[in-house]
Structure formats: structure tokens, C-alpha cells
């Protein structure tokens, strides 16, 4: 059985960029690695000192999450979302990407189903699809899917990664109403939802989207990006309260359970709102000096309109561009890693030290210069 899952999956991405990693690593200046979304900030003292506080921990934690978690994490998503939510209605999960490689087969989907995603979208959308045994349907228009009933799960990811795109909230409410005609259930990734830079992103659980009728609907939320917490695997889901206590149910007995301490970090972070504008300040800066270099060396930025990335091209093959990168001591990730349709694009992340950004920076600068 294992044997044919990993047959079927696709080799893991990253596995692929090690020629292009050595060439980049051998540049005089050094490696500047732009090709995960890895934070390199530090954690906030808030978040540190919530979980030692809470070290002590040595009874099991429950499943559900702790009452000033479950609180939190509703209060978060009625102060920034405007989405009203019971506390009883989210659920904590060990990293945002548990959830997605794990949600079809959570939600009991499996041969026959079919999981729609993006055409250039979060690789681990597909890889939960094919470990549960479903099929895939990649498409961004409503009218290029399946009507027969088959449709039971249906991703959305805004902003995107890798594009940044932000969806504007009648194009949500569309997906939402089109799922709920046909009997599936959206998934809306919003992990990147604090980082809005020309549009401002809108939850699926808001008023304005869904009129406060959550059914059918889950919204996955991480703490990796906003509060640089991703070496806790702190995310959690919400939604209609009866998907949230199936999904309660099956990980009770899969022992799917966030640590305490990561608990209590957690509940104090989504509180505060001073170290996610700091962190946004930061992004902003380095996107500001990266996007100009970027385009004076001959690239055009598309969507990058939200997320922590530049979707970047050269009108050429992703591959080519990363080497051209990597020769100037820059990692990529080529769009080849979220689909076909991506191929001729590179996305380039923002979670570089500031140091870092400006040695890219330079190097942009003198390659674009040469250029000319």
C-alpha cells in the first residue's frame, strides 16, 4: 500500500533545486535562499513567554484545544475577519499543512470523489487528494467543472500562494454558492490573509462573503507566516459547526493533538495585533526593494498583490530562470512545483534576513545594469 502512494505522488519539490542550490551556494557573496516560505524573523517574546509559562505540561492536552484557545481564536476571527464564529466551531490543528495533506481523508472522501483545486496552487492540495484516493480536477473557472455530483471538495486560496493573487469578495461568494449547489464543501486557505499589500484580503467566513451562514464551509488559518511561528506547527480551522465536530471526531482517535504550551502561545499571539504590523512592516520593506530590481533585470511581476511572494516571469521556462538566479547566488522556486500552467513563472519569497534581501538586491541591480 505504501509503495503505491509513493508511486503515485509526485517527487517532493524541493528534492529537484539542489543542482541550482550548489551553483547559487558557490557564489562569492553567498547563498541568498528566496525559494521557501520559511520565516527567519524571530518568534515574539509575547509568543516565547506564553509557552514557557505553560512548560509544565505533563498531562495529554485535549484535542479540541484549550476554552482560552477555542476563545481566542474566535475572538481573532471577530475582531480582524468579521466573522462570527462560536468558540465551539474551530478546532487547533499541528501546522496548517497537516490539515491540508489530511482534510479529504478526514472528511471521509475517497475513490470516486473529486477535489478541485487551483491551476497553479499549494502543492499539498493535490497530495491530500491522491492519498485519500481521490481525483483531481485543477481549474479556476466554474464552468470547467464537474456538475454530475462527483465534486465534493473544492480549495480556495486567498491570497495565493504562489501568485499572491487576492480573490475580491463576489468572486468568493460565487465559489461558495456554486459548491453549496452541488453538495461540496470549501476549504478556503487563508494562511496568508495578514498580508495584504494592494488588495486587502476578505475571509470566506465574513458577513460579506457568506452572510453569516457558515454551512459547508471551512476556513484554515496559520500562525507560521503572521507571528513567525512556524517551528511550532500552530494553525486551526473553522467553519460550519458540524464539519468542525467531524473533523473533531476522527482526530480524537488519531491522536491528532496540538502540544499544551503551543496552546497557550497561541491563544496569546492571536490577541495581539503590535507584532503582526511589525512583521508586515518588515515584508514590506523587503518587497519594496526586491520587486523594482526584479523588474530592471528584465522581469514582470503578476498578481503579488497579497502573500509573502513575487510571482515573477521572464517569458521564458521556470527552470531557465531559476539558473540565471542562481547564478547570481539567488534560489528560486520555478512555478513548475504548482502546476503546469505555472511552468514560466518563478516564485520568489520575501522570508529572507534584511541582510540577505539586499545582497539580492545588489546582485538584481548590477544584473540588470550589465544589461543594459
Known sequence: MSRRLAAELPDFPWDTLAAAK?????????????????????TPELGTA????????PG??????????????ADYLQSRWGAAVEPAATLPVIGTKELVAWLPTLLGLG???????????YPTYKVGAVTAGCSVV????????????SVRLVWINSPSNPTGEVLAPPVLAERLAWAREHGAVVASDECYGEFGWE???????????CGGDHTGLLALHSLSKRSNLAGYRAGFVAGEPALVADLLAVRKHLGMIVPGPVQAAMAALLGDRAHVEQQRERYARRRALLRPALERCGF??????GSLYLWATRDEDGRATVDFLA???????????YGAAASRFVRIALTATDERIAAAFARLNESGAAAR
Open 111 to 121: 475513490p470516486g470523489d473529486v477535489v478541485v483545486l487551483p491551476t497553479m496552487a
Open 50 to 57: 506564553a509557552l514557557a509559562a505553560a512548560a509544565d505540561s
Open 22 to 42: 550548489a551553483t547559487a551556494s558557490a557564489h562569492a557573496g553567498g547563498l541568498v535562499d528566496l525559494s521557501v516560505g520559511t520565516p527567519v524573523d524571530p
Open 138 to 149: 485543477e481549474a479556476d473557472d466554474l464552468a470547467d467543472l464537474p456538475t454530475d455530483g
Open 199 to 209: 488588495v486587502e484580503p476578505t475571509s470566506m467566513l465574513a458577513d460579506a462573503v
Open 300 to 305: 514582470r511581476i503578476e498578481h503579488s498583490e
Open 60 to 73: 495529554y492536552p485535549t484535542t479540541a484545544g484549550t476554552a482560552v484557545l477555542r476563545r481566542a481564536i
Open 327 to 337: 547564478r547570481l547566488g539567488i534560489l528560486a522556486a520555478p512555478g513548475d512545483f
